[in-house]
C-alpha cells in the first residue's frame, strides 16, 4: 500500500506541475509562458513536497514517491540520448539539445572528455621517464603512479601524452590542465595513494550521513554498502570497456559509488519497512487481545516519539547536496568554489550529527523536565543575576549583532561587484548613486534592477534571519522590544557599514581619474611611471575588500565571544583581544605574498596586455612596464615572463629601420634572458621552448635583413653570416626540444619544417619533418598548406594542387581555394580552374579576394573559348575589386574585348 502511495504521490505531483507548465506555455506565448509556467511547476511540484516533509506527512511512503519521480527522470533522460524519434524532437528545442548528447562519446564535448581521459591514463601508467630541456629526466618516474605528479601538475605533464585528435576539437595551443574527472585527476596529482583518500573521505561522508540517518547501524549493514559499491563499480565498468574502452574505469568508480549508494539505500529501506511493519504487526495483535486502548496509544507515541535524528532534514539535505558535487566534479572540474561548499557541507555534517548545536526549542516527543523546587529556582535565580553582572552581551543581542555583520558582508560583496565608474566622474556621491541607479550599456539610462538586488538581498537575510531567532526562542522576553531593538541593530549597522565601504569604493575610483589627469606627460619615462601608478593602485582596490572581511570576521567573533561570562581579572579581558590581533596580523602576513600579491599581480599583467598588444613602440614600452611591475608581485609567475619576452620580441622588430644595431641587439638579448628565466622557472612547459626558437628564428631574419646592408666590409659580413647560423641552430636546438615536451603537436613539426625549407634550406630535413608531422596528425590543414606552399615556390605545380586539395578537404580556406584555382591556371588545366573558382564563390561569398577569383576565371573562360562568359566575370570582377585594382580589371575587360590573350602570373597564398 505504501508503495503505491509513494508512486502515486510522485508521479501525480510531477504530472499536475507538467500540466500547469504546459497550460501557462499555451496560453502565454514567448518567454513570458516558459517563466509563467516553470514558475506555477515550482510552486506546486515544491509546494506539495514541502507540505509534507514540514508536517510530517507521509513519511513511511515519501521516499517512495521521491524514488519514482528519480526513476521517472532518468528513464526520461535516458530516452532522450537513444536515437529515434523522441530524441529527433527532443533536439529541434535548443534548450534541451544538451540533454540528447550526454552518452555521445564520438562528438561535441562528450568526444573531448574521452580524448582527454585517454591521455590521461598514458600519463599515470608505468612509462619512460619525462625529459627535461636540459636533459635530466624524471627521478620519481617509477613512484608516480603511487604518488602521482602534485597540484597544478597536470598542465606540463600531460604535454608528452596530449592525442593530437584532441586538437581537432579544441585549440591546438592549449593543454589541458584538469581531466574533467575528479577521479583521474585524484590519481594523476597524488597518485593511487591519493585515489584511496578520495574515496575513502566521499564514502565516508555518505557512510555517516546514512548511520545518522538510521539506514547504517551494524557491521553487516556497512559490509552490505561497500559490497554494493563495488558490485556496482565492477559492473559498470565492465559495460563501459565493452561499449568503448577501459579508460572509462573513471567513469565507472563514481558512478558505482553512487549507484552503490542508491541501491542499498532503497533496499534498506524495504527491507526496514517490511520487517518493521511485520514485527509491529505482531506485536500489537498480542498488545491489543490484552488491552484495547493499546492501538489508540501506540499510534499516539509513534507519533510522538518517532525515532529519528533531531537533524534529520538537515542531514539529508547536506547528502543531498554532496552527492550533486560528486556527480559534478567527475564530468566537470572542482574549482576553489566547490571544494570549499564540500567541506563546508562536511563540517556542518559533523556539527549535526553529533549534535554539538543544543536545540534550543524541545523536540518532539523529548522529556520535560520535572517542577524545580522553590529552593532550587531561588539558587537558580541568584546564579543568573550573578552571571548577567559579568555578562557582556545577552545572547540574543549577541546573535543580532551577528547576522549584521553577516548582511555586511554581503552588501560590500555586492558592492564590490557593482560600484564601478564608466563616466569617470571626480565625485565619489556621484559614482556611489550611479552605480545603483544607472545602466550604460548599450546606452546610459536609469535602470534599479542593482539597487533592487541590494534592496532584495538586504530584507531577505533580515526576516529569515530574525524570524529564526525568534522561533529559537531568543526573543521569548520582551518579545515586543526585542524585536524592535534587533531590527533596528540589523538596519543601523548593515546600511552603515554598506555606505561607509561602498563611499570607500566610490572614493577610490574617483581618485583614480583624478590621477589619470595627473599624468606628467612631459616624457616617456613620466608617462609610463604615471600610468604604471594608476594600474598599481587600481589593483589596490582588493586590498579594501579583504579589510571588509577580516573586520567582519574580528567583529563577529567579539560579538559572539562577549556572548559568554566575561573573565573577572583584567589580564583576563585582554587576552581575548591580543588573540585576536596576532591571529590577524598572521593571516595578514600569510595573504599578501599568497594570494593578495598575485591578484595585485594579475591585475596589473591585464592591464598591460591592453598597451602591449599595440603596434606603437611607446604604448608597447608602456605595456612592458606593466608586465614588470607585474612580476615585482609575482616573479615566480612564468607566465608574465613569457609575456614579456614577447613584448620585448616585438618591440625590436618595430624598432625603425635607422635604429642603431647595437640598441636592437640590446633588446634581444634582454629578450632571450627573460625567455630562459621563464622555462628555468616552468621547464616543463613547452611554451618556452617553443617560443624561443621562435626568437631565434626572428632575430635570424634580423640579421639576414642587416646582411643585406650596403657597405659592409668582409669582415662584417662574415660575422654577421656567423650569427646567423648559430641563431638558426640555436632555433633547431629548441624546437627539438619542445618536441621532445610535446612530441605530438604537429604545429611545432611544421615550424621546425618551415625552418628546414625556408631559412636553412635543407630539402631533405624538411620531406623528413613534414612527413613525421603527417605522422603525427594527418588531419591537421594547416600542414598540407605548408606543404602545399613550399612546393609551389620549389616550381612542384602539381604538387602543391595536391597539397591544397587534401586541405581543402579538411577545411574551407578561401584564400586556398583561390590559390589552388590559380595555380591550375598557370598549368593550363581550365575546366579544373573554373570548377575550383566555382566553389571558392560558393562557400566564400564575402571573401575579400572575391574580385580576385573572378578575374582568374575571367581567363580561363576566355581560354576555353567562352568569350561572354569571360566578360560577364571580369565585369563581377570590376564591381567587387578594391579601387587600387579597379585599373588592371578594366585593362582585362579592354583585352577581352579585343580578344587579346590574358595570361595568369603565377601567384603564392
Known sequence: MDILKGAGFGLGATALAGGLAGLAVWLFKGNAGIYVGGGLAVLVFGGAWLYCIVERKGWRWLWIGWGTVGLAAAALLLLFNIPGPVQTQVRKVEQLYRLTTITELQSGTGKVRGLIWQGAVELIKPHAPIKFPDGS?????????????????????????????????????????????????????????????????????????????????????????????????????????????????????????????????????????????????MQDEQQLSADPQFEIQNRKSKIENPLLHPNTLLIIGLLAGVIVHFVEINFGIAIASTRTMFWTFAGLLVVLGLEWVPNIAPMPGEMVQTPLSEAQIKRRQRTTRARRKQTGLPAWLAAVLALSFLATFLLGTLAFDFINNPERLTSAGEIFANSLTTKYQPEKTKAYGALMIFIFTWALLGVVGLSEFDREGLFAEERGTRWGTAIAVYAVISLMGLLIFGSVLAAHQANLTVAGTKINQTSLESLISGIVGIANQLAALMIRYYSLIFTLMALTGLALLWEEPLPRQVGEIWSPLIFIALLAISIVALITPAGYNLIRADIIY??????????????????????????????????????????????????????????????????????????????????????????????????????????????????????????????????????????????????????????????????????????????????????????????????????????????????????????????????????????????????????????????????????????????????????????????????LQGQAAPTETPQQP
Open 137 to 281: 629526466q624524471d627521478a620519481l618516474n617509477f613512484l608516480r603512479p603511487l604518488i602521482g605528479y602534485g597540484p597544478e601538475s597536470m598542465y606540463v605533464a600531460y604535454n608528452s601524452f596530449y592525442p593530437a585528435e584532441l586538437g581537432h576539437y579544441e585549440s591546438r595551443t592549449a593543454s589541458p590542465d584538469r581531466s574533467h574527472n575528479e577521479t583521474l585527476d585524484s590519481i594523476i596529482i597524488t597518485g593511487v595513494l591519493g585515489l584511496a583518500v578520495y574515496l575513502f573521505t566521499f564514502v565516508s561522508f555518505f557512510y555517516w550521513g546514512l548511520r545518522w540517518l538510521g539506514l547504517l547501524k551494524t557491521r553487516g549493514q556497512l559490509w552490505l554498502y561497500i559490497g554494493s559499491m563495488v558490485v556496482s563499480a565492477i559492473v559498470l565498468f565492465f559495460i563501459a570497456w565493452r561499449l568503448e574502452g577501459a579508460y572509462l574505469f573513471a567513469v565507472a568508480i563514481p558512478l558505482g559509488v553512487l549507484v552503490g549508494t542508491m541501491i542499498y539505500i532503497t533496499v534498506d529501506a524495504f527491507r526496514a519497512q517490511f520487517t518493521a511493519r511485520a514485527t509491529n504487526t
Open 606 to 895: 591585464k592591464q598591460g596586455g591592453v598597451f602591449a598588444g599595440s603596434n606603437n613602440a611607446n604604448e608597447k614600452q608602456i605595456g612592458i612596464a606593466h608586465y614588470e611591475k607585474a612580476l615585482e608581485y609575482a616573479p615566480r609567475e612564468d607566465y608574465y615572463n613569457l609575456f614579456l619576452g614577447k613584448a620585448y620580441l616585438e618591440l625590436a622588430q618595430g624598432l625603425p629601420a635607422e635604429t642603431e644595431p647595437e640598441q636592437r641587439e640590446s633588446i634581444f638579448l634582454k629578450t632571450e634572458e627573460i625567455l630562459n628565466h621563464a622555462r628555468k622557472i616552468n621547464p616543463l612547459n613547452t611554451d618556452h621552448s617553443a617560443n624561443l626558437a621562435r626568437f631565434y628564428k626572428s632575430w635570424a631574419a634580423r640579421i639576414a635583413s642587416e646582411m643585406q646592408t650596403e657597405g659592409l666590409t668582409a669582415a662584417q659580413q662574415t660575422t654577421l653570416a656567423t650569427q646567423y647560423e648559430r641563431l638558426l641552430q640555436q632555433a633547431e636546438e629548441n624546437y627539438k626540444i619542445a618536441l621532445t615536451l610535446s612530441p605530438n603537436n604537429p604545429i611545432i613539426w611544421n615550424e621546425l619544417a618551415q625552418l628546414y625549407a625556408i631559412d636553412m634550406g635543407d630539402d631533405l630535413k624538411f620531406r623528413q619533418t613534414i612527413s613525421t608531422s603527417l605522422q603525427v596528425d594527418e588531419g591537421f590543414e594547416q600542414t598540407w598548406m605548408l606543404l602545399g606552399d613550399i612546393r609551389s615556390s620549389q616550381g612542384d605545380l602539381p604538387g602543391a594542387v595536391e597539397a591544397y586539395q587534401k586541405s581543402l578537404e579538411i577545411t574551407n580556406n578561401c584564400m586556398v581555394r583561390r590559390v589552388l584555382g590559380t595555380l591550375q591556371a598557370q598549368q593550363g588545366l581550365w575546366v579544373d580552374t573554373i570548377t575550383s573558382l566555382d566553389e571558392a564563390v560558393e562557400k566564400c561569398p564575402e571573401s575579400s579576394e572575391l574580385w580576385d577569383i573572378y578575374r582568374v576565371q575571367a581567363i580561363a573562360y576566355y581560354n576555353l573559348g567562352q568569350l561572354e562568359a569571360a566578360l560577364q566575370t571580369a565585369t563581377l570582377s570590376l564591381q567587387a575589386a578594391p579601387e587600387a585594382q579597379k585599373e588592371a580589371i578594366q585593362q582585362l575587360i579592354a583585352q
